[in-house]
Every structure is written in structure tokens, then in C-alpha cells.
């Protein structure tokens, strides 16, 4: 049973590999193929992926190519984590925001967008490919920014199994776990929205609503946070009022002038994470490194192998278990498109993933959540058609776009810094 790893030149890729050499059990992989644009990074990451699989004593072989079509030929699942322009095109993403006082993170803002008019096209070729030469592959989309790619991938490559991925509801559910003092399993979330734009409306812990609890104990642990960091922090107030555990990407959303600010003062992320990656790659390199380093946290991405592997295991297992995940809606919220891509609880089993029966979205989150998800299609036309039309409206619907009289600078300007990089737009 073969594993693909498009973009597996990541410094991510070792997480990846831990997870199926701790789950080989459950998830019996035979071979682990990774393929990127960047043949000597490849090398490096796949070269230490052997080194941990000998060190676990799993017989798992690892290799490494540049052809995506003999990577995913005969594949059972293929993970998609790969970055379109590399760091380099985030950091240009994030100077530009700097430049028009806008977002400019690589999934929200005008980074979200420049991100996906690169990715989607690319993405969509992936997709073909693995419908060309593994039918019946599940694809597991972890790049971002996800939610979006998923729901190109679903309209646009409907006959691809595409699960759309992010750590972040793995993440909150084992923090509620931890802090009840309960086992992971024990812990339901009831999460509801887009990637990147979630909120966990309801907790239960063996059956019983702790939602309460759970809200209150994280607006004193924020509170308690808030003293000890420079970075842009939820009050306390703020959690009480939503009632709900937040996505910290609704930062963006919810406190833009703060984060506006610690923006223009810091350094863009995307040099922060070129400089970890150096560092991990130069680890990487020592032929005594067997394991992965504590240094693979500073990269993002906690717990990523887990959500990621088990995802897989339940799949090929039939398991029958809930995750939260991208994927269609399907009247499973009320009174929002069936065809649309929510992140919200699914059955997990060999069909893939199912999303599973939920309440309507409180109005002021189902006000955000539409009008993110008309920028997401708006985006989509523009990156499959080229439209520039498509391409101005979605910059003036995102709610951290520019002002309408500003669209044609802000997009002329991004067209220049992605030069070559944005499919239909050049």
C-alpha cells in the first residue's frame, strides 16, 4: 500500500513519517513515495525518512522523485502539502499586506488570495493526474489554504476522492482533553465554519456537555496568556461573548486593528519559518539523526501526523469515527448550499468522509462564514478562468480586503510580485 507525499521536500514530511511508523498496525504501508520540485531537499528529508523508519524497525520503503505521475501511479493515498512559489512568495504576500495596511498571512487577506490563484491551478493538474494513475487514491489536501483548495478540487475534480485537512481541530480537541484531564477519545467537538474560520459551538466529555465549563476555563486561561505575551491575545470578554472556542484565526477577523499593528512591528513569518527550515534541514543532513528534532515544533503544525495518519487508518480500516475535515456540505448545516465546502464533523470510513447532521450556524457566524465563502468561489473563478473580474470582486468581498477604490492598485501590485506564478493571470 503506497503513500504519495506531494511536496515531500517539506521540513513537515518527517511529522508525516512519524505518524505512519507509530500507526504501521493500523495503517500497514509498504511504501512511502515523496515527490518535489526541488530534487536536492527531497533527498535530504527522504535520505532522514529512511534513517527513522530503520530506527523504528518498520519495513517501509522510502523514495524520492521529481515525476509526479510515477510517484501517485498505484497509490492508496496521497497527501498534498506542497508551496506553490515556495517561502519566498509568502514573504513577498506578507510584505505586500505591510504595503496596503492589509492581512497579509498566507490563508486570510490578500496572502489567503495571492496563495490560491498560485495553488489552484497547480492543484487541479495533481488532481488529474491522480485520476489518471490512481483512481481510486484518497486525497488528502493539507495545503493551504485548504479550505479553498478543497473546494476547487471538489467543483473542478469531482471524480478525486479530496479531503480537505488542518491540525488546528485536532489541536483544540487534545487541549480540551489535557485540561480535563480525559483521554482524546473521550472528547466530541462540535466545530463548525471554514478552514481557518471555525468556532467549537460545543463540547462533550463522555457523553456529557461540558460546553460551559470548557469556555469559561479557556477565558481564564487567555487571560492568563494575555499577561505573558506581546502577541495580539483574545479577552477574556471576547470569549464569553462568542460562547464558543475560536480558530486564533479569527484574530484576523475579529481584532484586525490589533493585529494590523503587530504585523507592521514583526518579522513576516515567512522568514521566521526559512530560518527554522535551514536549521532543520542542516539536522536532517547528520547522518546520526534518526529521529525527529524538538525543533520540528517551532515549524507549525503540532500534532499534524496525528490528525493526518489517523485520517488514513480510519479510511482504510472502515472505522466508522467522526473528524472534523473539509468536505462537502450536503444539507448536513441548515440553510447553507449542499454543494458548498464546510470544515465540519464527518463519518470517516472507506467511502472517505460523510459530514454529519449539525445545527444552523448562529446568525453572526453564518454572516462571517458566507461572506468568506463567496470570496473562496469568487477566488476559484478567477484562478480557473481568469477572469479579472472575478479576481477584483473577490478582493473587495473579503472582509480583509482592500476598499474598492484601492482593488485595481492592490491587484496590479500582486500581479508584479507573483510574476509567473499565477496560471491563466501570468
Known amino acids: 500500500m503506497r503513500l504519495t507525499v506531494v511536496g515531500g521536500g517539506s521540513t513537515y514530511t518527517p511529522e508525516l513519517i512519524d505518524g505512519v511508523l507509530d500507526r504501521h498496525e493500523r495503517l500497514p504501508l509498504t511504501e512511502v513515495v515523496l515527490v518535489d520540485t526541488n530534487p536536492h531537499r527531497v533527498e ?26 510515477s510517484a501517485v501511479r498505484g497509490s492508496s493515498f496521497v497527501v498534498s ?53 490512481a483512481p481510486d487514491a484518497v486525497l488528502l489536501n493539507f495545503t493551504n489554504p485548504a479550505g479553498l483548495v478543497t473546494e476547487a478540487l471538489r467543483r473542478h ?71 505573558h505575551s506581546d502577541d495580539p491575545e483574545w479577552s477574556p470578554e471576547s470569549i464569553r461573548l462568542m460562547r464558543a472556542i475560536p480558530n486564533s484565526y479569527l484574530r484576523y477577523y475579529y481584532e484586525t486593528k ?5 504585523q507592521a512591528v514583526s518579522p513576516t513569518r515567512a522568514s521566521e519559518v526559512m530560518r527554522i527550515e535551514t536549521e532543520l534541514l542542516k539536522q536532517y543532513e547528520d547522518q546520526g539523526l534518526d529521529k525527529k528534532p524538538d ?3 517551532q515549524r507549525g503544525g503540532a500534532y499534524y501526523s496525528d490528525s493526518a495518519v489517523e485520517l488514513m487508518a480510519d479510511i482504510h480500516n472502515d472505522a466508522g469515527t467522526t473528524h472534523v475535515v473539509n468536505v462537502r456540505n450536503d444539507g448536513a448545516i441548515p440553510g447553507i448550499d449542499p454543494s458548498v465546502v464546510m470544515e465540519i464533523p464527518a463519518r470517516i470510513d472507506r467511502r472517505g468522509a460523510t459530514a454529519l447532521p449539525a445545527a444552523a450556524m448562529r446568525p ?21 478562468t481568469g477572469s479579472e473580474d472575478s479576481a477584483l470582486r473577490a478582493l473587495v468581498t473579503n472582509p480583509l480586503g482592500p476598499d474598492m477604490s484601492a482593488a485595481r492598485t492592490v491587484w496590479k501590485r500582486l500581479r508584479e510580485e507573483n510574476a509567473g506564478l499565477l496560471g491563466k493571470f501570468g
Open 81 to 133: 502539502q506542497m508551496r506553490v512559489g515556495t517561502q519566498a512568495a509568502r514573504h513577498r504576500d506578507e510584505l505586500l499586506g505591510r504595503e496596503f495596511d492589509l492581512i497579509g498571512q498566507e490563508t486570510v487577506g490578500i496572502g489567503g488570495f495571492a496563495k490560491a490563484l498560485r495553488t489552484v491551478p497547480v492543484a487541479l493538474e495533481i488532481a488529474q493526474t491522480i485520476q489518471q494513475e
Open 364 to 384: 453572526d457566524i453564518d454572516a462571517l462564514v458566507r461572506t468568506v465563502k463567496d470570496f473562496e468561489l469568487l477566488t476559484i473563478d478567477a484562478a480557473v
Open 157 to 227: 475534480a469531482p471524480d478525486v476522492t479530496a479531503i480537505g485537512l488542518c491540525n488546528v481541530p485536532w489541536n483544540i480537541r487534545t487541549d480540551i482533553a489535557h485540561a480535563m484531564h480525559v483521554s482524546f477519545d473521550d472528547v466530541l467537538i462540535d466545530s463548525v465554519g471554514l478552514n481557518h474560520l471555525s468556532w467549537v459551538r460545543s463540547v462533550q466529555v463522555g457523553g456529557t456537555d461540558v460546553t460551559d465549563e470548557v469556555v469559561e476555563g479557556y477565558a481564564k486561561e487567555v487571560e492568563r496568556e494575555a499577561a
Open 44 to 69: 535530504i528529508v527522504g535520505r532522514f525518512a529512511r534513517r527513522m523508519a530503520g530506527r523504528a524497525g518498520v519495513p517501509l520503503e522510502i523514495s524520492w522523485t521529481d515525476d509526479l505521475a
Open 258 to 262: 490589533s493585529m494590523l499593528a503587530h
Open 295 to 297: 525543533e520540528l515544533m
